[in-house]
């Protein structure tokens, strides 16, 4: 580590992690729930359990995403972090912000929480993934302009390098599509428009600039790769992905009011959004194949390539099965939409923000060439247990989706099983679905093992 500034984003990367299994809880809580809907009832209904579960992912991959970026844009700019002070207290108002709201939806019935928290003075409240209070997004917004305004000093005053660049174009524009979260109009249409241009502008847009360029920095750490070389990549990769992405979000306005010419634009344009995710395997393994070095940290170069192929699969291949307007007529709304937002979510950016830890996290605590190969070891036991855990959620999801189409919407109406009876017929995808969110938290308790395998090195490091 080359400035001590970069320090303070070990508490975002711990809190991240806690959020994480709190997050996973919550899955698991709902895989049995799908099973037996009494579990946990009056205390935690699935709509709670759901909206707790959803949040937290978002919160978490925030807080990871503020972690990476305190650690990674002051080495890139060569210089301290504009003010660590200011860092700090973004992060306590965050994690008090963040914990608050979870335990007011857990607390209290949610339409008390919205009374409570005042939503008719301006109300935001009811839309999935947007859930929060009205009070709670001011405070989102406050502790985003803190972030960038911190990000941005830093890389004013420093080196201004094309992955810094890259990264603070994808902060800003994740900070500015979050504000139409607090434009709610009447009109159903016009509200899916504006709740879309966060959810969709975030994931199939902004945030791909910020795994880019995460991905990027990893990659010239541990490959040694000449820096022009990484950054010719990343031009494209964002590139395409801004062009794809933006008219791509049209996808989501086949079946919801909008003119007819979005079925073309929305299934032209979307399907061209697999490319940049697929250039960033090409860019991964290549990296990785040209590595002028060889890190001692391997399990970070794991995390790269996995990202990478993970999020592919998800966003790319699981993404493009649904994506043109005919199959998504069937498709809208069934397992195949779960199936697919698992295994992109968790590919792309959960498994970016793991990357960026496995690779600072030993850093931060003295250990530059990477943790012992014990640790990695577990840590890689995590890692593949995770990884084929979320591969066997989404292919029960998948085949749970496909089954569903086919006994609820294929034929034709009277025919046609309704949505409940339907459920019943998918039990035994959804049995598969829990095993395999059992297998993932295994992976996830040995990953979190991994952080106190060599308890000893630490010591010896310190008292060296
Ligand atoms: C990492 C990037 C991505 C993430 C995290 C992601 C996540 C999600 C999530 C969570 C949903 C469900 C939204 C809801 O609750 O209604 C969704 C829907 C959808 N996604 Fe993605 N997505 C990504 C990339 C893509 C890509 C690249 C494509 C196309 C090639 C795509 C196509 C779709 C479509 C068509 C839907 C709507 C499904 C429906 O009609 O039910 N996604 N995505
Ligand atoms: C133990 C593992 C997990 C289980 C059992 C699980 C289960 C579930 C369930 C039952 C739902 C509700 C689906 C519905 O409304 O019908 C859900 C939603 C969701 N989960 Fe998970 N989950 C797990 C892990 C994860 C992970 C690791 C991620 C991402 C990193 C994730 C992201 C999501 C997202 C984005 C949604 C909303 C999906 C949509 O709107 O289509 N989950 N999960
Ligand atoms: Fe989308």
């Given at each position: 580590?080359?400035?001590s ?11 991240a ?48 995403f ?51 928290t ?41 080196r ?44 199939e ?51 919801i ?33 040209e ?15 996995g ?7 998800g ?58 190969i ?32 086919a ?29 395999s ?28």
């Amino acid at each position: 580590m080359k400035y001590s500034s970069q320090m303070v984003a070990k508490p975002y990367f711990i809190f991240a992690l806690i959020l994480f299994a709190g997050q996973i809880l919550f899955g698991l809580l709902m895989g049995m729930q799908y099973i037996d809907g009494d579990v946990g009832f009056p205390y935690i209904p699935f709509n709670v359990a759901r909206m707790v579960h959803t949040n937290l992912l978002i919160v978490w991959l925030l807080f990871g995403f503020m972690g990476a970026s305190y650690y990674l844009v002051p080495e890139e700019a060569e210089t301290e972090l504009y003010s660590p002070k200011l860092a700090m207290i973004t992060f306590w108002v965050f994690a008090v912000a963040g914990v608050a709201t979870i335990l007011g939806y857990l607390l209290v019935p949610y339409a008390e929480l919205a009374k409570l928290t005042h939503n008719e003075i301006l109300p935001t409240m009811g839309r999935e993934f947007l859930e929060q209070p009205t009070i709670t997004k001011i405070g989102i917004v406050l502790v985003c302009l803190s972030y960038v305004f911190n990000i941005a000093m830093t890389i004013l005053k420093g080196r201004k390098t094309v992955i810094n660049m890259v990264l603070i174009t994808g902060l800003i524009g994740l900070s500015v599509f979050f504000l139409f979260s607090f434009y709610n109009p009447e009109n159903l249409v016009l509200d899916k428009f504006f709740w879309w241009f966060v959810i969709h502008l975030w994931v199939e847009g902004v945030w791909e600039l910020i795994m880019g360029a995460l991905l990027a920095f990893v990659l010239i750490k541990v490959t040694g790769v000449d820096r022009e070389h990484i950054e010719k990549w990343l031009y494209v990769i964002i590139a395409m992905a801004l062009i794809s992405g933006l008219i791509g979000m049209g996808h989501h306005f086949f079946f919801i009011g909008p003119p007819p010419y979005w079925l073309w634009m929305g299934s032209i344009f979307s399907a061209l959004e697999p490319v940049p995710f697929f250039m960033m395997v090409l860019f991964a393994y290549k990296m990785v194949n040209e590595r002028r070095r060889q890190h001692a940290n391997k399990v970070a170069v794991t995390w790269a390539k996995g990202t990478a192929v993970m999020a592919f699969l998800g966003a790319g291949v699981w993404g493009f099965l649904h994506t043109l307007a005919p199959v998504n007529y069937y498709t809208h709304g069934s397992q195949l939409t779960a199936a697919h937002g698992h295994l992109a979510f968790f590919g792309a950016y959960a498994m970016v923000v793991m990357c960026v830890i496995s690779y600072a996290m030993p850093i931060m605590r003295g250990r530059p060439e990477g943790n012992s190969i014990k640790a990695q070891k577990v840590e890689l036991v995590g890692f593949w247990l995770m990884c084929i855990g979320m591969i066997g959620i989404t292919l029960a999801l998948t085949a749970a989706g496909a089954w569903q189409v086919a006994l609820q919407r294929l034929p034709e109406s009277g025919e046609a099983l309704n949505f409940m009876s339907t459920q019943d017929e998918l039990m035994s995808f959804y049995w598969i679905r829990l095993i395999s969110g059992v297998v993932f938290s295994l992976g996830l308790v040995a990953y979190f093992a991994s952080f106190f395998v060599d308890k000893k090195q630490t010591q010896q490091v310190a008292i060296g």
